[in-house]
């Protein structure tokens, strides 16, 4: 019988990366990376992309997947995920799904719903008007949705009105179609948590540490590769605010400083996400304990 897949979800800088390479490390694992930023080539620093140390140890997945200038969504990343499920457990590994981008896990545990695919006509009229006018709509037609989505992702504003006007049916409601999540298709799916102080600290020497290791560089290196038009890549958290500090529009202090404000109501919105939308057996992971104690502690209660 092939190993089941572990599920190891959580707010940015909650530790789950690490937790993940530990388990893997104890139960002859694989970690297959969650997240829609990582799949991007160059995307190393502002991503906290793992470390090719880090990769030496234990083999990733899902990782450097396309360059900035193709496109990718969630239907390329459940395929992509399912053959990496299946080849590691071809090997006899345990497959670890981590990662911070529910759509994506959900997505790949209960398929990907009955949302229409994009209009190119509808999509260009979409395109051209301003967003307070698009989120009028969306809080006129989806108040739900409204209330969850980014108002600063443009992408995702544009693409629930779109869905809107195609079906005539609220955003919100077409994903609470999924179907149940399919049985046996994981074993134990985790969540990671932390009290709210310990969050915001490690968010905020992530961050500092980012820049420390050369994201303004980073960016500038990538905005001649594609970065600036790839609209997906540069809703990315850092990246995008980076761009702008480079643009003149921003100095330096204070962009770091909006990249941990910005960081931190992300990382609140995952853990509404998650606990709104996704079964998991809930972790909390105290100040100064490791991963591997973490990893061990879910071994413990049955993993293994």
Known sequence: MNPLPVVIAGATASGKSDVAMALAELLGGEVISVDSMQVYRGLDIGTAKPTREMRGRIPHHLLDVVELTDGFDVAHFVRLAQQAVAEIQGRG????????TGMYFNAWLNGLGTAPAPDPRLRIELEALPTAALLEELARKDWQTFDEIDVANRRRVVRAVEVIRLTGR???????????RAPGLAGRSFGLERVREDLVFRIEHRVDRMFAEGLVGETQRLSGLGLSANRTALQAIGYRQVVEHLRGECGLRDTIEKVKAKTRQFAKRQGTWFRGQMDLEWIRMEAGETPLAVARKLIEGGLG
């Open 170 to 180: 609220p955003f919100s409601s077409q994903r609470a179609l999924w179907p149940d």
């Open 93 to 100: 590994r345990v497959p670890i799904l981590c990662g911070g």
